[in-house]
């Protein structure tokens, strides 16, 4: 058992880092898989436009291909103006 721990306490005190700095607004350190995972997403729930600094649109293409279900994007089905929206 304390073998397990022992091998288990890198993990325990990553998450620990990354909720902390999660509740106090700071960035949380990712490697390239994580960030293209995160970019991911953010193509997924495009519905009109990816927009990238450098012009480099080839993870936005990898991930159409990949998920062509999710070439349409997530459509808004609230208010037409969400700044509108009823309280």
């Not at 898989?33 to 519905?47: G, I, V, W």
Request: proline share 7%; with cysteine.
């Amino acid at each position: 058992m304390r073998q397990l721990l022992e091998q288990i306490r890198p993990a325990e005190e990553w998450i620990e880092s990354l909720l902390q700095n999660a509740a106090e607004g700071r960035p949380i350190d990712s490697d390239d898989d994580n960030m293209d995972y995160y970019n991911s997403l953010q193509t997924s729930y495009a519905y009109r436009y990816v927009v990238c600094q450098n012009g480099d649109f080839d993870l936005a293409k990898k991930h159409n291909n990949e998920f062509p279900q999710f070439r349409t994007g997530g459509k808004w089905s609230g208010p037409a103006n969400p700044r509108h929206a009823p309280i």
